[in-house]
Protein backbone atom coordinates (compact mmCIF):
# COMPACT_ATOMS: atom_id res chain seq x y z
CA UNK A 1 0.00 0.00 0.00
CA UNK A 2 0.67 3.31 -0.86
CA UNK A 3 2.62 5.14 2.07
CA UNK A 4 1.98 8.83 0.80
CA UNK A 5 -2.32 10.06 0.62
CA UNK A 6 -3.02 13.46 -0.92
CA UNK A 7 -5.83 16.14 -0.05
CA UNK A 8 -8.12 17.02 -1.99
CA UNK A 9 -8.07 14.51 -5.08
CA UNK A 10 -8.70 17.44 -7.08
CA UNK A 11 -8.45 21.81 -6.66
CA UNK A 12 -9.35 23.66 -9.05
CA UNK A 13 -8.38 27.66 -8.72
CA UNK A 14 -8.27 31.33 -9.83
CA UNK A 15 -4.96 32.96 -11.12
CA UNK A 16 -3.42 34.74 -8.27
CA UNK A 17 -5.31 32.68 -5.65
CA UNK A 18 -3.26 30.24 -3.14
CA UNK A 19 -3.41 26.62 -3.65
CA UNK A 20 -2.90 24.33 -0.41
CA UNK A 21 -2.52 20.29 -0.61
CA UNK A 22 -2.32 17.88 2.01
CA UNK A 23 -0.27 14.86 2.29
CA UNK A 24 -0.65 12.33 5.06
CA UNK A 25 1.87 9.22 5.38
CA UNK A 26 1.84 6.16 8.24
CA UNK A 27 5.21 5.49 9.25
CA UNK A 28 8.28 7.33 10.58
CA UNK A 29 10.20 8.85 7.60
CA UNK A 30 13.81 9.86 6.39
CA UNK A 31 12.41 12.70 4.69
CA UNK A 32 9.45 14.12 2.79
CA UNK A 33 9.56 15.14 -0.95
CA UNK A 34 7.18 17.35 -3.35
CA UNK A 35 6.90 16.56 -7.15
CA UNK A 36 4.81 18.07 -10.17
CA UNK A 37 3.34 15.98 -13.01
CA UNK A 38 3.09 17.98 -16.07
CA UNK A 39 0.31 16.16 -18.37
CA UNK A 40 2.29 13.88 -20.63
CA UNK A 41 5.56 14.22 -18.59
CA UNK A 42 7.81 12.61 -16.28
CA UNK A 43 7.48 14.24 -12.32
CA UNK A 44 10.20 17.56 -11.69
CA UNK A 45 11.53 17.39 -8.13
CA UNK A 46 10.20 20.47 -6.12
CA UNK A 47 11.33 20.67 -2.82
CA UNK A 48 12.68 17.80 -0.19
CA UNK A 49 12.02 18.81 3.73
CA UNK A 50 13.97 16.33 6.61
CA UNK A 51 12.11 14.86 9.33
CA UNK A 52 13.75 17.42 11.25
CA UNK A 53 12.56 20.20 9.70
CA UNK A 54 9.46 22.03 10.19
CA UNK A 55 8.64 24.63 7.41
CA UNK A 56 10.89 25.29 4.11
CA UNK A 57 10.41 27.79 1.18
CA UNK A 58 11.49 27.72 -2.57
CA UNK A 59 10.35 30.53 -4.36
CA UNK A 60 6.01 30.67 -3.78
CA UNK A 61 6.43 27.03 -2.34
CA UNK A 62 5.83 26.73 0.70
CA UNK A 63 6.03 23.05 2.92
CA UNK A 64 5.18 22.02 6.28
CA UNK A 65 6.15 18.95 8.22
CA UNK A 66 4.19 18.10 11.30
CA UNK A 67 5.96 14.49 12.03
CA UNK A 68 3.71 14.07 15.18
CA UNK A 69 0.46 14.25 13.11
CA UNK A 70 2.55 12.50 10.01
CA UNK A 71 1.13 15.11 7.68
CA UNK A 72 2.69 17.58 5.53
CA UNK A 73 1.41 20.23 3.31
CA UNK A 74 2.45 22.15 0.57
CA UNK A 75 1.15 26.11 -0.56
CA UNK A 76 1.34 27.57 -4.29
CA UNK A 77 1.01 31.66 -3.45
CA UNK A 78 0.17 33.93 -6.21
CA UNK A 79 -0.80 30.75 -8.50
CA UNK A 80 -0.52 31.07 -12.31
CA UNK A 81 -2.12 29.01 -14.90
CA UNK A 82 1.71 27.50 -15.54
CA UNK A 83 1.24 25.58 -12.18
CA UNK A 84 -1.83 23.82 -13.53
CA UNK A 85 -0.39 19.59 -13.15
CA UNK A 86 -0.81 17.52 -10.46
CA UNK A 87 1.12 17.51 -7.37
CA UNK A 88 2.44 14.39 -5.66
CA UNK A 89 3.94 13.96 -2.11
CA UNK A 90 6.87 11.19 -1.59
CA UNK A 91 8.02 9.77 1.28
CA UNK A 92 11.13 8.17 2.17
CA UNK A 93 10.67 5.70 5.16
CA UNK A 94 13.40 5.52 8.41
CA UNK A 95 16.22 2.80 6.68
CA UNK A 96 14.56 2.58 3.31
CA UNK A 97 16.20 3.34 -0.21
CA UNK A 98 13.21 4.07 -1.77
CA UNK A 99 10.17 6.22 -1.82
CA UNK A 100 6.45 5.60 -1.72
CA UNK A 101 4.30 8.13 -3.92
CA UNK A 102 0.63 9.15 -3.32
CA UNK A 103 -1.89 9.47 -5.90
CA UNK A 104 -1.68 13.34 -6.32
CA UNK A 105 -3.91 16.36 -6.51
CA UNK A 106 -4.12 17.44 -9.60
CA UNK A 107 -4.48 21.15 -9.58
CA UNK A 108 -6.46 23.51 -12.11
CA UNK A 109 -5.61 27.36 -11.92
CA UNK A 110 -7.87 28.93 -14.34
CA UNK A 111 -6.57 32.19 -16.07
CA UNK B 1 17.80 18.67 -17.18
CA UNK B 2 19.29 15.50 -15.82
CA UNK B 3 20.76 13.28 -18.01
CA UNK B 4 18.50 10.35 -17.89
CA UNK B 5 16.89 8.85 -21.19
CA UNK B 6 14.50 6.03 -21.51
CA UNK B 7 14.28 3.80 -24.89
CA UNK B 8 11.80 3.33 -26.46
CA UNK B 9 9.57 5.89 -25.95
CA UNK B 10 6.70 4.13 -26.96
CA UNK B 11 6.33 0.32 -27.53
CA UNK B 12 3.37 -2.49 -28.50
CA UNK B 13 3.92 -5.58 -28.03
CA UNK B 14 1.69 -8.35 -27.99
CA UNK B 15 0.65 -11.05 -24.53
CA UNK B 16 3.30 -13.21 -23.93
CA UNK B 17 6.41 -11.50 -25.76
CA UNK B 18 9.03 -10.68 -23.50
CA UNK B 19 10.08 -7.36 -23.47
CA UNK B 20 12.76 -4.37 -22.43
CA UNK B 21 12.91 -1.05 -21.36
CA UNK B 22 16.20 0.63 -20.77
CA UNK B 23 17.12 3.70 -18.69
CA UNK B 24 20.41 5.42 -19.42
CA UNK B 25 21.47 7.97 -17.14
CA UNK B 26 24.73 10.41 -17.36
CA UNK B 27 24.91 11.44 -13.77
CA UNK B 28 26.58 8.76 -12.36
CA UNK B 29 23.83 8.61 -9.19
CA UNK B 30 24.02 5.64 -7.01
CA UNK B 31 20.11 4.84 -6.82
CA UNK B 32 18.10 4.27 -10.21
CA UNK B 33 14.05 3.48 -10.02
CA UNK B 34 11.55 2.32 -12.36
CA UNK B 35 7.58 3.34 -11.42
CA UNK B 36 5.17 2.32 -13.57
CA UNK B 37 1.66 4.87 -13.32
CA UNK B 38 -1.41 4.30 -13.74
CA UNK B 39 -4.88 6.16 -13.52
CA UNK B 40 -5.89 5.86 -9.85
CA UNK B 41 -2.82 4.08 -8.47
CA UNK B 42 -0.18 7.20 -8.81
CA UNK B 43 3.47 6.11 -9.17
CA UNK B 44 4.24 2.72 -7.76
CA UNK B 45 7.82 1.57 -7.83
CA UNK B 46 8.82 -1.93 -9.60
CA UNK B 47 12.53 -2.50 -9.03
CA UNK B 48 15.36 -0.35 -8.16
CA UNK B 49 19.32 -0.32 -7.73
CA UNK B 50 21.02 1.09 -5.29
CA UNK B 51 24.37 0.04 -6.90
CA UNK B 52 26.07 -2.06 -9.81
CA UNK B 53 24.57 -5.52 -9.21
CA UNK B 54 22.52 -4.23 -6.17
CA UNK B 55 18.74 -4.55 -6.78
CA UNK B 56 15.90 -4.75 -4.44
CA UNK B 57 12.26 -5.56 -5.14
CA UNK B 58 9.15 -2.51 -4.87
CA UNK B 59 5.66 -2.59 -4.44
CA UNK B 60 4.93 -4.42 -7.70
CA UNK B 61 7.42 -6.63 -8.50
CA UNK B 62 5.90 -9.41 -9.89
CA UNK B 63 6.19 -10.55 -13.61
CA UNK B 64 8.98 -7.83 -13.92
CA UNK B 65 12.78 -8.14 -13.68
CA UNK B 66 15.99 -6.13 -14.16
CA UNK B 67 19.39 -5.97 -13.91
CA UNK B 68 22.33 -3.25 -13.70
CA UNK B 69 25.83 -4.48 -15.12
CA UNK B 70 27.39 -0.37 -15.03
CA UNK B 71 26.12 2.42 -13.05
CA UNK B 72 24.47 3.93 -16.03
CA UNK B 73 21.83 1.58 -17.31
CA UNK B 74 19.02 -0.35 -15.69
CA UNK B 75 17.03 -2.61 -17.66
CA UNK B 76 13.37 -3.36 -16.79
CA UNK B 77 12.68 -6.65 -18.42
CA UNK B 78 9.04 -8.10 -18.34
CA UNK B 79 9.67 -11.94 -19.50
CA UNK B 80 5.90 -12.47 -20.89
CA UNK B 81 4.17 -9.56 -21.01
CA UNK B 82 0.38 -9.01 -20.18
CA UNK B 83 -2.36 -6.83 -20.99
CA UNK B 84 -2.29 -5.55 -16.73
CA UNK B 85 1.59 -4.51 -17.82
CA UNK B 86 0.06 -2.23 -20.41
CA UNK B 87 1.36 1.38 -18.33
CA UNK B 88 3.53 3.98 -18.62
CA UNK B 89 7.03 3.27 -17.21
CA UNK B 90 9.32 5.46 -15.73
CA UNK B 91 12.40 5.72 -14.65
CA UNK B 92 14.59 7.71 -12.05
CA UNK B 93 17.79 8.53 -10.81
CA UNK B 94 18.96 9.67 -7.28
CA UNK B 95 21.65 10.28 -5.19
CA UNK B 96 22.16 10.05 -1.26
CA UNK B 97 19.45 12.51 0.45
CA UNK B 98 21.51 11.50 3.84
CA UNK B 99 19.93 9.20 5.21
CA UNK B 100 17.89 7.40 2.21
CA UNK B 101 17.91 8.92 -0.90
CA UNK B 102 17.42 12.50 -1.75
CA UNK B 103 15.63 14.05 -4.95
CA UNK B 104 14.67 12.18 -7.84
CA UNK B 105 14.97 12.49 -11.65
CA UNK B 106 13.09 11.13 -13.74
CA UNK B 107 13.25 10.49 -17.53
CA UNK B 108 10.69 11.15 -20.00
CA UNK B 109 8.64 7.73 -19.74
CA UNK B 110 7.80 4.32 -22.00
CA UNK B 111 4.33 4.30 -22.87
CA UNK B 112 3.56 0.36 -23.04
CA UNK B 113 0.89 -1.71 -24.77
CA UNK B 114 0.45 -5.31 -24.41
CA UNK B 115 -2.49 -6.54 -26.69
Known amino acids: SQQGEEDPQALSIQEGENATMNCSYK?????LQWYRQNSGRGLVHLILIRSNEREKHSGRLRVTLDTSKKSSSLLITASRAADTASYFC???????????FGTGTRLTVIP | DAGITQSPRHKVTETGTPVTLRCHQTENHRYMYWYRQDPGHGLRLIHY???????DKGEVSDGYSVSRSKTEDFLLTLESATSSQTSVYFC??????????????FGPGTRLTVL
Open chain 1, 90 to 100: ATVQTGANNLF
Open chain 2, 92 to 105: AISESGGPGPGEQF
Open chain 1, 27 to 31: TSINN
Open chain 2, 49 to 55: SYGVKDT
